[in-house]
């Protein structure tokens, strides 16, 4: 039997782990060097993945505690069909079946809890996600200023007339402008 908020839910964990697969990504794109920002970056992307490991572990602890209840409550319809077709062991039958219901009982309070416990680290994991998107743009915002400033002290260290006038200085000035346009390229979505 399949429980339609379960498969709401499943298509929201999908999409949830699809968007973070894109945020770590990201992340991992944005590693250029071994400066500050892109070991932060490298130590997101690793934070992102494990957070995604353990979204795919809750729910398949879920899908196995589904499985369980699936099958306590096949047992409880079995050992209800016993006791209908053996009338001389009602007693018996009727004992089972208590003892099915409590089994089955247990198994959906402990899927329930289950299910309680995956919402709390689903919703803390989107928090976390979101808090991590929130991050990034900050570190976006960042970058794009440090961009600025070093193409401002480029532009300041080799004037225009000095890059017309002398061939070295432009190759130079291309050189170290090199930095500035792989940045902007990676805040602009495009490969460094």
Known sequence: ??????????????RSLEWMKKQRQQNLDMVIDAGDSSLWCKDEADTIREHMNAIRDVWKHAE???????KAEAELREARMQMLSDA???AE????????????DAVMKDRAQIMAERDKT????????EKAEAQVERM??????????LESYINAEYPINSRDAYPSVERRYLRDMELV????KALAGDAP
Request: hydrophobic letters at 45%; glycine letters at 6%.
């Open 93 to 104: 039958a009727y004992e089972a079946q208590l003892r099915a219901e409590a089994s089955c």
């Open 64 to 70: 196995a505690m589904q499985a369980r209840a699936e």
């Open 181 to 184: 346009s792989r940045v902007r």
């Open 140 to 149: 976006r915002g960042l970058l794009s200023e440090c961009a600025d400033d």
């Open 1 to 14: 039997m399949s429980d339609p908020g379960i498969t709401t839910l499943q298509r929201r964990v999908v």
């Open 88 to 90: 001389g062991q009602a």
């Open 122 to 129: 689903f919703a803390l994991m989107l928090e976390r996600a």
